[in-house]
T-cell receptor, first 112, second 113 residues
Framework: AQSVTQPDIHITVSEGASLELRCNYS??????LFWYVQSPGQGLQLLLK??????LVQGIKGFEAEFKRSQSSFNLRKPSVHWSDAAEYFC??????????FGAGTRLTVKP | EAGVAQSPRYKIIEKRQSVAFWCNPI?????LYWYQQILGQGPKLLIQ????????DSQLPKDRFSAERLKGVDSTLKIQPAKLEDSAVYLC???????????FGPGTRLTVT
């Protein structure tokens, strides 16, 4: 069965600093991978997704993620964090539309 | 394009009472999902509909939870009777058939006392 591990429960970065959120997955076939962001009291918003092709994926709000099959990882990155990026970030793996599994999330705090 | 709508946004009930949540997906989206998100955890899929048929309800506690999507559009999730451990945010999402991108509603925060 597929699963997702986000090793960092909480990360604090300074505004303007770079960010990397880790995601490791377990899946029997080529996975569909996603990163979602959730602000307090809001639903989840899709940042980016990987289905196939180029392993470096660009998303909204300046985020990117890199699929590394050999490491079973799909880490999220941003070169310069803004205060508005403070939120909860979820990595997810699925078989297209079906059987989506989410990680437990990483809470991002941005220091001024 | 209107997003996924959910109501109510908040609900407080006592244990053993019943409660229902409503979801209206994005127009034209054939697939509808209900997730349970317990505080500090990621969303867990409860049930997935394709039009008005159930695709996956393997994680739905069927002794107390039920869901329907009668006309293949909006959906209702019911809990009867509620337990303390049902306190969570219930998220509804929808997607186009064959696409992996799910669009989420704002959720309903349920507190069971």
């Amino acid at each position: 069965a597929q699963s997702v591990t986000q090793p960092d429960i909480h990360i604090t970065v300074s505004e303007g600093a770079s960010l990397e959120l880790r995601c490791n997955y377990s899946y029997g076939a080529t996975p569909y991978l996603f990163w979602y962001v959730q602000s307090p009291g809001q639903g989840l918003q899709l940042l980016l997704k990987y289905f196939s092709g180029d392993t470096l994926v660009q998303g909204i709000k300046g985020f990117e993620a890199e699929f590394k099959r050999s490491q079973s990882s799909f880490n999220l990155r941003k070169p310069s964090v803004h205060w508005s990026d403070a939120a909860e970030y979820f990595c997810a793996v699925g078989a297209g539309n079906n059987d989506m599994r989410f990680g437990a999330g990483t809470r991002l705090t941005v220091k001024p | 394009e209107a997003g996924v709508a959910q109501s109510p946004r908040y609900k407080i009930i006592e244990k053993r009472q019943s409660v229902a949540f409503w979801c209206n997906p994005i127009s034209g989206h054939a697939t509808l999902y209900w997730y349970q998100q317990i505080l500090g955890q990621g969303p867990k899929l409860l049930i997935q509909f394709q039009n008005n048929g159930v695709v996956d309800d393997s994680q739905l506690p069927k002794d107390r939870f039920s869901a329907e999507r009668l006309k293949g559009v909006d959906s209702t999730l019911k809990i009867q009777p509620a337990k303390l451990e049902d306190s969570a945010v219930y998220l509804c999402a929808s997607s186009l058939y064959g696409r992996g991108e799910q669009y989420f509603g704002p959720g309903t925060r349920l507190t069971v006392t």
